[in-house]
């Protein structure tokens, strides 16, 4: 009996060793016809096979300005850092990637962006891949986001501007001017969406929930980019979805949409829910009651911490830098501007201007890799083959900070770089900044951002003279997640003596 088991182990150890063998084999072929087609690009070995790469990397706290530099240092401006993954830092890859015409899908990583409201999960428009949808979307509503149109709310800015300034001179000459910006922005947004706000600024020590609401979004989308399918099953199934609490944003956005059916709904009010509603009453079908709520959701997230961040850092860099804020309060003072400057008296004050692009440049809004889909039949991207399906993002740290496109002072804080650059230099430059992204899936409310800070930083600046309290730190800052964010920045303020502005 022993002798027969002992021959048939004999037997089977051939017959195993060939079958692993053979499995081996089969799973070294499968992996290089899966990814041959990107063989061609260099990036991390683990990369090449599979996304848990770029999980371990996010999920240990790895920034994506350090990670992405690291990878471009070592193999170069085009890198894969995933199975089906391909970041750049060439600017030519820029007017493919975000193609106008041909617009390329957004990458899975988006859907991850989606809220659970009452159970049911919402797309915010920002989570929306399918192009024909968002285009058609947008010829309801993009005449709500233009500059002339934007002018019919300005009073809504204005208001909050001057709540602002009424608090900030009452409250002591040490501020987190951070979480002050916050306050404004997130009032501000939502009284040009809703025509009221959360009163915020009356109670912005209360409103660290909101705040953190949509921060938490953020870092919840750098979380999981690398595995939305896993996101999905894990956040978004039904039977999670039907006990998950509806976050403070999704309550705010549900509770505004509610409160305008009993106010009267449809032309009650003149602001952007308005807009959203009438879109509405033309297409149904495309407008649904969570379509709607899904761009409130937009609205509220994706314009008020970003435009709080503009205003901080802006406001960092300057103190900072004072031949900066000497020349840029020399402009301002300069010019006679009414108490809140009005947007026909700021709109083209260059020097103005020139620093806001100069401190996105050097803080830049989106850290993390914006993708974008690879159709069917490939395409050549800044001179490298890329085969359909493939996911392919800009490097944006990497872009500004590229000396062919910036100078050799790329790391020096220069406004003036932006007034002094040749129209051939200057057209790079603009192509380059990624600040509120490129292409069809611009940032529908870039103009709401750009009026926002262009009143409220005259206004503040003609004020207060301000100063860190520790300038010996830096910026603390959150650099784990996809949108840069400011934790906190604390100054000191003082009144300035002479008020260079008409009541």
Known sequence: MLFILAENEYTLAPVLLLFLCLSVLFICVQLHLRYRGLRHIPGPFVARFTDLYLAFKTWTNHSPIDLHLELHDKYGRVVLYGPRRVLFSDPSAIPIIFNTKNPLRKGESYETTSQAVKGKVIHTIVAIRDEARVTAMKKHIISAFTTTAILDYEHHIDINIRRLMKHLSSAGDEVDISEWNSAYSYDTICRVAFSEDQGVLDAHKEASLLFKAGRDRFEHWYTWLSLPGLERLIFKNKMVTWKTGTSPLGQMATARLMKRTEDGGLGSHHDL??????????????????????LALSTI???????????????FHLIRHPRVMASLRAELDGTKLSSPPLWTEVKNLPYLEAVIKESGRISPLLIGPVEREVPAGGMEIAGTYVPGGTIVAMNVHALNRDPNIWGADVDVFRPERWLEAEPAQLALMERSNLYFSAGRRLCIGQ???????????????????IELKHPEKPLKVNRVTMVYTVEEMLIKLTPRTAWPRVE
């Open 273 to 294: 829910l308005d807009r959203y509603l009438q879109a509405g009453t033309k297409n149904p079908q495309l407008f649904t009651p969570p379509t709607i709520i899904g």
């Open 447 to 465: 103009h709401i951002a750009w009026i926002e800070m262009k009143k409220y930083l005259p206004e503040f600046l003609g004020r207060f003279d």
């Open 301 to 315: 997230h994706a314009g008020a911490e970003t435009t709080a961040h503009s205003l901080t850092v802006t406001l």
